[in-house]
């Protein structure tokens, strides 16, 4: 089965400064790569998500990039705010199959 | 619209005893994930309907573990007997398609301690 590294599992910036979390994966015909944000005690929500079919994909201020060949694909936070502080959690699937969640990164965004 | 609805938010329960957790999804969403999260740890499925068939139950414990989707939209899982060690979240998700063509919604979860 599909297997997700995560790293770091904490990281912690400066506000407005950049961040960077990357995962790796196993299963080179998964194709489909979402990221999730959990607050403290809240579900889960979809911040972005990428395709196989596509290297880097921007949403205001937080882009995901893709490296299929080498099977690892990371999150970029620009100019990160208080607000931005919270678990983030990568994930892998192959069309018709479960999500794979990385362990998790806490990001603290100190003011 | 209305986001995934479970229940309870929060139950304790003495090891050996039995457990159900209850999970409404998005209206129209065939797809339905019973996921576990252990603190600290990535949310881990347990199983996955399409309406009111099981797609994947390879990670279920079966032996204590039981989940069913009767009529394609609302599902329980059940625990019996519990352990110590299924202390976490129970997180239900659903979506409109299969397989990561679209996003998953998940609830708030509930939250299980076994003492």
């Known amino acids: 089965g599909e297997n997700v590294e995560q790293h770091p599992s904490t990281l912690s910036v400066q506000e407005g400064d950049s961040a960077v979390i990357k995962c790796t994966y196993s299963d080179s015909a998964s194709n489909y790569f979402p990221w999730y944000k959990q607050e403290l005690g809240k579900r889960p929500q979809l911040i972005i998500d990428?395709?196989?079919?596509?290297g880097e994909k921007k949403d205001q201020r937080i882009a995901v990039t893709l490296n299929k060949t080498a099977k690892h694909f990371s999150l970029h936070i620009t100019e990160t705010q208080p607000e931005d502080s919270a678990v983030y959690f990568c994930?892998?699937?192959?069309?018709?199959?479960?999500?794979?969640f990385g362990g998790g990164t806490r990001l603290m965004v100190k003011p | 619209e209305a986001g995934v609805a479970q229940s309870p938010r929060y139950k304790i329960i003495e090891k050996r005893q039995s457990v159900a957790f209850w999970c409404n999804p998005i209206?129209?969403?065939?797809?339905l994930y019973w996921y576990q999260q252990i603190l600290g740890q990535g949310p881990k499925l347990l199983i996955q309907f399409q309406n009111n068939g099981v797609v994947d139950d390879s990670q279920l414990p079966k032996d204590r573990f039981s989940a069913e989707r009767l009529k394609g939209v609302d599902s329980t899982l059940k625990i019996q007997p519990a352990k110590l060690e299924d202390s976490a979240v129970y997180l239900c998700a659903s979506s409109s398609t299969t397989g990561g063509r679209s996003p998953l919604h998940f609830g708030n979860g509930t939250r299980l301690t076994v003492t």
């Open positions: 994930a892998a699937s192959r069309t018709g199959n479960m999500l794979t």
């Open positions: 990428i395709r196989s079919n596509v």
């Open positions: 209206s129209g969403h065939a797809t």
